[in-house]
């Protein structure tokens, strides 16, 4: 059961700078680009702001620009546009992969990169509509001061299940943050918190620009599973980057979605290196992941499904990347 919307002053700025200034003046305002997830929400009553910034007309934000120096893409750009770039699919094909995977063709052509970034965590006691939330008397990520997957800790679990963030973080994105202070870029890694209530680096009247990416170098694949083939969202997914070395071996990264209340960049022991595929390198790796993460009763899956799943994604991907 849906909710009918709230009432909320819209503001259309054209501008990076007039979008700050207009948080600046409406503190407690949201930001929108394509409101795939943002308008369910407030449908559920899960969002009531007084006002909504809507950043489709901000030009700056849907620029990509290619250089020497490796690829910048708007926070604006659609996820559509994204998984049809030639210079996106040859130089870091887990981007791609991970675009073209999430939900349906209808919400790609809106959704956009910012958005996917910033997603909200989501939980099965949270992305309930009001009466049903209300009723189990809220939870610790809205209203309530208890989180009832984990009923004894002080923590949120909701977590995050964002597709973009871990197929940029294996390839060594950085994102571009505009704010009252000027702009700032941080390694996306460093952009979330283990805190479903309170995930994403983002001080107040601050936005994400872009994402930048290095110049192309490993090759890389995404995959995640989830309950239906499409729409959707990972229930666990996993981006794999494979370097080959001059002396025949590989070093992996890996980063994971879906797990965790943030992204997860799993350390990998440093001489985790392949010199060719065999069993033993496999079963490491395979425990590595497993290790890392740690899946909670946030959706309807078992915990444990979702950790041996990651974990044999991680394996697959690897093992045909080499």
Known sequence: MTEAMPQFQLIEPSTVDEAVAALQDAPG?????????????LRQGLSDPGTLVNLSGVAALSTVEETNKGLRVGAGVTLAEIAGMEAVANGYPAVAKAAQSVAGPSHREVATLGGNLCLDTRCVYFNQSHWWRKSNSFCLKN??????????GNRCRAAFSGDMAPALMVHGAEIEIAGANGVRRIALADFY????????????????VAAHLPPPGPTSDYEKIRVRGSIDFPLAGVAVACNKLDDGTAQFTVAVTGTNSKPLLVELPGDLNAEEPNDAFFATLEKQVQKAVSPQRTTTIAPHYRRLSVSALTVRLAEGLL
């Open 29 to 41: 305002a949201v930001l929108c680009a394509g409101g795939t997830d943002l308008v369910v929400q």
């Open 143 to 152: 209203r309530g001061d208890i989180c009832h997957v984990a009923p004894k």
């Open 193 to 208: 918190h283990e805190d479903g209530a309170e995930h994403i680096n983002l001080e107040p009247c601050e936005i994400v």
